[in-house]
């Protein structure tokens, strides 16, 4: 069982900056892959970065690559999403999740791959 908190959402100007973070409960923490979703009102919920469970392979959304950053720190039982350049459509609740499959050696995009999410954190860019 993992349990996932995630912080450091808020209101920001376009072109600004926000670090994410999403603080994982349990000591299994390293062996699973981790992910970052976003669900904008009235839209599904969208794949934004994954993060395999050593951290040594990155995948990004189209929409975000360039701009944001996965990263992961075991020993803190953290992942983070830094983004930058953020632009009004970035606007959404962001979610953290945590998967094992294929032993969280590859990163997946299908959030039904996921099994545990955290509850989610508001991000608001203003043009």
């Known amino acids: 069982q993992v349990q996932l908190v995630e912080s450091g959402g808020g209101l920001v100007q376009a072109a600004g900056s926000l670090r994410l973070s999403c603080a994982a409960s349990?000591?299994?923490?390293?062996?699973?892959?981790m992910g970052w979703f976003r669900q904008a009102p009235g839209k599904e919920r969208e794949f934004v970065a994954g993060?395999?469970?050593?951290?040594?392979?990155?995948y990004y959304a189209d929409s975000v690559k360039g701009r944001f950053t996965i990263s992961r720190a075991n020993a803190r039982n953290t992942v983070y999403l830094q983004m930058n350049s953020l632009k009004p459509e970035d606007t959404a609740a962001y979610y953290c999740?945590?998967?094992?499959?294929?032993?969280?050696?590859?990163?997946?995009?299908?959030?039904?791959?996921?099994?545990?999410w955290g509850q989610g954190t508001q991000v608001t860019v203003s043009s």
């Open positions: 349990g000591r299994t923490f390293g062996s699973y892959a």
């Open positions: 993060i395999s469970r050593s951290g040594g392979s990155t």
């Open positions: 999740a945590a998967t094992n499959h294929r032993l969280g050696v590859v990163v997946t995009t299908h959030q039904y791959d996921y099994a545990y």
